[in-house]
């Protein structure tokens, strides 16, 4: 059907280096959806592999295609936001860029929005769906591993917590927008999360099938994001996703840096100064290639920019501990604090200095 008339229900396709998989899934869609005033808004994350080029070739010819390259953004569930939010229709759905969902699912979504249902869930964990197809070992485990955590905390009983293929009416949607973290893939999660409360929810099953081109964009990061969003509902959003991420990462290198320091001096007997020193940059190293994979990750550093940006990151860090000891040693000599306390105020010190200074600095969206 011709959007000669407004779009009535809106499908948002998320894209990575999916190039070869654009015009299989507008001919699936149109197939799917034929009779229905429909459009499809492909959301590209800059791909390299030409995936905007590709789904802006249809789009010149079919009205009902249209393409947003982002740059310098990355992320399932912000392109979910952004597509939604760039469309008008009533009624909006998500499926992977991979051809892995069952696009023939979606006018019974599109027919159970328009009953009543406010959400419409693609689930391969009820009668009659399967995943066993698509998965590899590692991310069935994930998956499963999600799903149980997930069932714990969310208002609402869903089989499929962790599914990317669903659809929504839009005043549910809008509800949601303006508190979503928007981060990671679980774009499902955080809306239900964020909604806190029980919503006329249907669920559909479906098969989840192979890939047929391409490669899978999940790894296990992505468990990590997972629950990073919970903590994030948990504290009501008071303490930025990221932060909390990179607090935790300095965390690990406290870890590091007495491992380290225990073979310098303890085993390799290297002197005390020489051995801090020493397990000092260990701590770095870990902390910066940790959350160049982790805490920014839509923004991770490559190539030259990677070592440009390590010894950015030595430099922001060794500000930061110098401020540590001055802030300590200042509040220690005027007696405003015990040393105790002086040495926590100057550590909050440098975590928020080295936080501030990498978000700007070292992995500064471009």
């Known amino acids: 059907m011709s959007l000669s008339v407004p779009a009535r229900f ?24 034929e009779g229905v005033a429909w459009e499809a808004v492909f959301v590209d994350d800059d791909s390299p592999d030409g995936t905007a080029a590709a789904a802006r070739a249809i789009a010149a010819l079919d009205p009902r295609v249209r393409c947003i390259r982002r740059i310098g953004r990355r992320g399932l569930a ?55 197809g698509g998965f590899s070992p590692f991310r069935a485990r994930l998956s499963r591993a999600g799903t149980a955590l997930a069932a714990a905390v969310l208002p609402v009983r869903v089989s499929d917590p962790m599914s990317g293929f669903f659809a929504l009416s839009r005043p549910v949607f809008e509800e949601a927008a303006p508190r979503l973290t928007g981060t990671g893939f ?46 994030d509902k948990a504290l009501g959003g008071w303490v930025p996703l990221r932060f909390l991420a990179f607090a935790l990462v300095g965390g690990a290198g406290v870890l590091v840096h007495l491992a380290a320091l225990g073979v310098l001096h303890g085993l390799l007997s290297v002197p005390f100064g020489a051995a801090q020193w020493g397990a000092t940059f260990c701590a770095m190293t870990v902390n910066f290639w940790l959350n160049n994979q982790v805490t920014y990750r839509d923004r991770r550093l490559r190539g030259p920019r990677l070592w440009q940006g390590l010894a950015l990151f030595y430099a922001v860090c060794g500000i930061g501990a110098a401020a540590n000891v001055g802030v300590a040693a200042l509040l220690v000599r005027d007696g405003v604090l015990a040393w105790g306390l002086a040495g926590a105020a100057g550590a909050a010190l440098t975590v928020v200095w080295n936080f501030a200074m990498s978000s700007t600095l070292v992995w500064r969206a471009r």
């Open 10 to 33: 809106a499908i948002v396709i998320p894209c990575f280096n999916e190039a070869p998989n654009v015009a299989p899934m507008v001919e699936r869609v149109a197939a799917a959806l």
């Open 78 to 132: 912000s392109a979910c936001i952004e597509g939604w939010l760039a469309s008008s229709a009533p009624f909006l759905a998500v499926i992977d860029g991979d051809l892995q969902h069952d696009e023939r699912l979606l006018p019974r979504m599109l027919e159970a929005l328009e009953q009543g249902a406010e959400m419409v869930v693609g689930s391969r964990h009820v009668a009659g769906g399967a995943a066993e």
């Open 186 to 231: 679980k774009i499902l999660l955080d809306l239900l999360l964020t909604l806190r409360r029980p919503v006329r929810l249907v669920e559909l099953p479906y098969e989840f099938r192979a890939r047929e081109a391409g490669e899978s964009k999940l790894d296990a990061t992505v468990m990590l994001e997972f629950l990073g969003l919970l903590a």
